[in-house]
Structures are given as structure tokens and as C-alpha cells.
């Protein structure tokens, strides 16, 4: 069973949010702040997080929470929201943003598309962490564009030996193809110069 951390101050709006969720079998755990949310969720595969909170605001939570290393995705959800505050709010670490009144409907698709999202991130992070450090360096070297002759004069290693660790990192990550590889380079925030 998913679970989710509904983070709204307002009884009526979080008791709604709660029964449409666990109609559809989500867990749900409901805080009326943000302090209350950074002392007591543990775990939850998507956070709703309203912007408007008592004491510490929505997106001052979500900072907090993110300076954890929390890679939950979250959603903020406002009724006042503007471009603004939607970028403040995924500067803050939110993977989307909702303005209230929404339709549950949306809401859910939404909440299981970052679901979604983060789970493929963390595939691609795991694909990538099973390299070695040389095969990272061949990875970033490959996704940034370099022909193998250029990697092997950039690492110091022969164009062969580029083959075969070029060989390795395909079969470790999966990938079927370079763009296929780059794609799991992005998803795994892999740092790379494009050539």
C-alpha cells in the first residue's frame, strides 16, 4: 500500500484530501504544520504540501525537509498560487504544483506521476552507482559525446580499454542505446559537459 504525508492546516480541506486517498487504498498521515511534518513523518511514497501553514510556511518546510536528504517527491498545493510561487515552490524541491480546488481525479495522476518519476530516478541513480569510478568516468566522457579516441586521450587510457568499459557501462545501466544512456545520466543528476 502507497502512503502519503498530507502536510494542510485546514481540518476540512486534509479530512477530504484523507477519505478521497484512502478511498482509492493509500495510507495517509496528516500534520496541521510543517513543524509537526518534520518531526513526525518518517516514511511516505508522496508528500502533499500546502503553501499556506502556521508558523513555518509550506515551502520553508519543504527546504528543511530536503536538507535531510529526503527524495520523497512532493506536491504543492495552493489556493492562491501564481508562476512565482510555482517556481519558488520547485526551487524549494516540489515535483509539482497544484492550485486548489482540483479535481481528485487529476490529483491522483498526478501524485502517481511523481511517484512514478522518482522511482525511475532512483533505478537510474542504482543503474549508474553499480559502475566503478572508471566506469562513471567513461559514462560522463560517452554521454557528453566524446568518440572513444577523445575518451582515451582525456582519461589517459587506451582507445581498447574505452571499448570495454564503454561495453560494461552499457550492459551494467541497461541502457539499449546512447540516448538511452543519457537519458539514465540525466535521471540520475550525473554531472557531464555536452561536447
Given at each position: 500500500m502507497?502512503?502519503?504525508?498530507?502536510?494542510?492546516?485546514v481540518?476540512?480541506?486534509?479530512?477530504?484530501?484523507?477519505?478521497?486517498?484512502?478511498?482509492?487504498?493509500?495510507?495517509?498521515?496528516?500534520?496541521?504544520?510543517?513543524e509537526?511534518?518534520?518531526?513526525?513523518?518518517?516514511?511516505?511514497?508522496?508528500?502533499?504540501?500546502?503553501?499556506?501553514?502556521?508558523?513555518?510556511?509550506?515551502?520553508?518546510?519543504?527546504?528543511?525537509?530536503?536538507?535531510?536528504?529526503?527524495?520523497?517527491?512532493?506536491?504543492?498545493?495552493?489556493?492562491?498560487?501564481?508562476?512565482?510561487?510555482a517556481?519558488?515552490?520547485?526551487?524549494?524541491?516540489?515535483?509539482?504544483?497544484?492550485?486548489?480546488?482540483?479535481d481528485?481525479?487529476?490529483?491522483?495522476?498526478?501524485?502517481?506521476?511523481?511517484?512514478?518519476?522518482?522511482?525511475?530516478?532512483?533505478?537510474?541513480?542504482?543503474?549508474?552507482?553499480?559502475?566503478?569510478?572508471?566506469?562513471?568516468?567513461?559514462?560522463?566522457?560517452?554521454?557528453a559525446?566524446?568518440?572513444?579516441?577523445?575518451?582515451?586521450?582525456?582519461?589517459?587510457?587506451?582507445?581498447?580499454?574505452?571499448?570495454?568499459?564503454?561495453?560494461?557501462?552499457?550492459?551494467?545501466?541497461?541502457?539499449?542505446?546512447?540516448s538511452?544512456?543519457?537519458?539514465?545520466?540525466?535521471?540520475?543528476?550525473?554531472?557531464?559537459?555536452?561536447?
Amino acid at each position: 500500500m502507497m502512503s502519503v504525508c498530507i502536510v494542510e492546516d485546514v481540518a476540512a480541506v486534509a479530512a477530504s484530501l484523507e477519505a478521497i486517498l484512502k478511498s482509492r487504498e493509500y495510507g495517509c498521515q496528516v500534520f496541521g504544520s510543517g513543524e509537526a511534518f518534520l518531526n513526525g513523518c518518517v516514511t511516505a511514497d508522496c508528500v502533499l504540501m500546502d503553501v499556506r501553514l502556521p508558523g513555518l510556511d509550506g515551502l520553508s518546510t519543504l527546504e528543511e525537509w530536503r536538507k535531510s536528504n529526503a527524495v520523497t517527491p512532493a506536491i504543492v498545493m495552493t489556493g492562491h498560487g501564481d508562476v512565482r510561487m510555482a517556481v519558488n515552490a520547485f526551487h524549494s524541491g516540489a515535483q509539482d504544483f497544484i492550485e486548489k480546488p482540483f479535481d481528485p481525479d487529476e490529483l491522483l495522476a498526478r501524485m502517481n506521476s511523481v511517484i512514478e518519476q522518482q522511482s525511475e530516478a532512483l533505478m537510474c541513480s542504482q543503474a549508474v552507482q553499480r559502475l566503478t569510478p572508471r566506469e562513471q568516468e567513461v559514462m560522463k566522457e560517452v554521454v557528453a559525446g566524446h568518440p572513444n579516441k577523445v575518451i582515451a586521450y582525456n582519461l589517459g587510457i587506451s582507445p581498447k580499454t574505452v571499448e570495454l568499459h564503454r561495453a560494461r557501462v552499457m550492459e551494467k545501466t541497461e541502457a539499449h542505446n546512447l540516448s538511452h544512456l543519457v537519458r539514465i545520466a540525466l535521471k540520475a543528476n550525473l554531472e557531464f559537459d555536452p561536447a
